[in-house]
């Protein structure tokens, strides 16, 4: 199979049922008259003739009949799976309300059940076992010419852990979004799932489980298997960007630190998930009409993504004119043993976020919990991605708000099961003065006659964009600097596209074109920062173009 990209035509042997199996050739009854005679489908599709957007009419209304979220969820990954047009062109229709079904929250759950669910074979699952073979397997792919791999272990997804093999559901998802919202086609993206074993006693005891059933690899082994598989990765798909996502807070840094000069790459949950979070308080101190600068942030969680988004933001702190200890100064990380102290146990990332514990007035200088450390340093921002619902207790929120008069409190982890707070009792508990973001979508809240919108900081805004910057300008590396002209270019954008007057992000209708936008400024930074070769402004929107696809029926020859 030839896919043509600017002409939108398919060269392609297959033909009767074959064609019809193939999600990228399938296209149902939209099939014409004369292609039914020349691919041998007269009699193996209903003789009825249907354009495509009749047909997105006709499946949203069977979607609406699915009764439970995960329903919704699998209708789509089923029509995925049989015609991928249609299923990117109801996504175009509808792309706000069904953003959820098809990521966050149901992702998650979809991870989990994937051994109940699975049905057929979409991007790779690579066990360790196959460490030696692992050219010949990606070989194997149908995404010959892939731009986007997105790979993940599985260790750590969302906020529910370790599901191993079932990972392989995050990688479908956010490679869903890189075509709806950045335009990649479908071809051009592979998921990935490096199969190393789960350390999940439900897993191992589960015999729907489809995955290994050993504990996880860990140290040299592991080490040696990524190696392999990015060795691999830079001969088959040499041109390619890599996307690191959902590994355990041990190995994704130093995974990422460790090849991302090997080849273009990037963790999502470091740098996108700190992406996002920067572009929501940029449009946060907007309604508050404060600075970076004058801010204190208390980070609840430890971890990969909060992490990221410290380094990303005292980043930027340093580029206004702060060193980097007295950036650094302004954080406040909590991990599950308490807040982060000189001489407690410390991983390298953290170190320079440790505070002088002989400093604080409180019990265990070894344990300093959320509440004191809240009292203690007197945030402006409170972040949470700790995946501990009901962390942010009234008392906590009510403290907040004498020192501040608008808090602004992100409570990150998803799903919704793993958030730290509910948005409509932080709204109550601060009496309207709270600036929310969350990481997953909530409805509006009706509090003293006044609606409030919850923002979500969903990286989706982030990363369509930024990895059609770094394919359109062909980046050798991609950088921090990167996610923070992204976070810039989306607080831009949000002002004339949101939905509603406190909303801190664009309505999802406008992600098509917060993606292009973004792209354009992402490769325009690449550029100056001499990760790409230079072009004109008008080769760049150029190659941007070059890149997209929209959900249309192609011509098959």
Not at 53 to 80: G, I
Not at 272 to 298: D, P
Not at 494 to 522: C, T, W
Request: net charge neutral; hydrophobic share 40%.
């Amino acid at each position: 199979m030839h896919y043509h990209l600017s002409t939108n035509s398919l060269k392609t042997d297959e033909k009767g049922t074959r064609l019809l199996r193939d999600p990228i050739l399938n296209k149902g009854t939209a099939f014409s008259k004369e292609e039914r005679k020349k691919f041998h489908l007269h009699g193996l599709i209903p003789p009825i003739y249907h354009t495509l957007a009749e047909q997105v009419d006709l499946e949203w209304q069977k979607l609406e009949k699915e009764e439970t979220p995960f329903a919704k969820h699998r209708f789509l990954r089923t029509l995925q799976d049989t015609n991928e047009t249609l299923y990117y062109a109801l996504i175009a229709a509808y792309p706000q309300q069904l953003l959820p079904f098809i990521y966050t929250p149901n992702v998650g759950t979809a991870c989990q059940e994937m051994g109940r669910i699975w049905r057929n074979a979409r991007g790779l699952m690579i066990s360790y076992e196959q460490k030696d073979h692992l050219v010949d397997i990606l070989k194997n792919a149908k995404e010959k010419h892939a731009s986007i791999l997105l790979v993940t272990d599985g260790e750590r997804i969302l906020g529910l852990g370790d599901l191993g093999l079932g990972g392989i559901g995050i990688s479908i998802g956010k490679l869903s979004l890189y075509t709806a919202f950045g335009g990649i086609h479908p071809l051009k993206t592979l998921p990935v799932v490096l199969d190393m074993g789960t350390n999940n006693p439900k897993k191992l005891e589960d015999p729907f489980y489809l995955g290994l059933k050993r504990p996880r690899l860990k140290g040299k082994e592991f080490d040696d298997f990524i190696a392999a598989f990015v060795k691999a990765v830079k001969e088959v798909y040499p041109k390619a960007l890599l996307q690191w996502e959902d590994f355990g807070k041990d190995n994704a840094r130093r995974v990422l630190e460790s090849f991302q000069k090997d080849l273009p790459s990037f963790n999502d949950d470091i740098q996108g998930t700190a992406g996002i979070t920067l572009a929501g308080l940029f449009s946060a101190l907007k309604q508050t009409g404060k600075t970076l600068k004058e801010q204190r942030f208390v980070l609840y969680g430890a971890g990969s993504a909060a992490i990221g988004i410290a380094d990303l933001i005292v980043s930027l702190l340093m580029k206004e004119g702060l060193s980097e200890k007295e950036a650094c100064s302004r954080f406040y990380i909590l991990n599950s043993q308490g807040l982060l102290v000189k001489n407690g146990p410390l991983m390298d990332q953290q170190v320079r976020y440790a505070q002088d514990a002989s400093l604080w007035n409180v019990k265990d200088l070894a344990h300093i919990t959320l509440e004191e450390t809240v009292s203690h340093a007197k945030p402006t921002v409170l972040i949470g991605t700790s995946a501990q619902p009901g962390a942010f207790t009234e008392n906590l929120v009510k403290m907040l708000c004498q020192n501040t008069e608008r808090p602004i409190i992100f409570p990150l982890s998803n799903p919704n099961t793993s958030c730290e707070a509910h948005p409509a009792d932080l709204i109550n508990w601060s009496h309207g003065k709270a600036i929310i973001a969350t990481g997953s979508p909530y409805p509006d809240i009706q509090y003293e006659g006044k609606t409030f919108t919850v923002s979500q900081c969903n990286n989706v805004y982030i990363f369509p964009g930024l990895g059609l910057g770094v394919i359109a300008c062909k980046a050798r590396h991609v950088t921090d600097s990167l996610f923070t002209t992204a976070a810039e270019t989306l607080s831009r954008l949000s002002e004339n596209l949101k939905r509603a007057p406190d909303s801190l992000f664009p309505n999802f209708i406008h992600l098509r074109d917060v993606s292009l936008e973004i792209a354009f400024a992402v490769a325009k930074a690449a550029i100056k920062e001499g990760l790409a070769d230079a072009l004109s402004d008008e080769e760049l929107k150029k190659s941007i173009q070059e890149h997209l696809w929209k959900p249309s029926y192609p011509e098959i020859t």
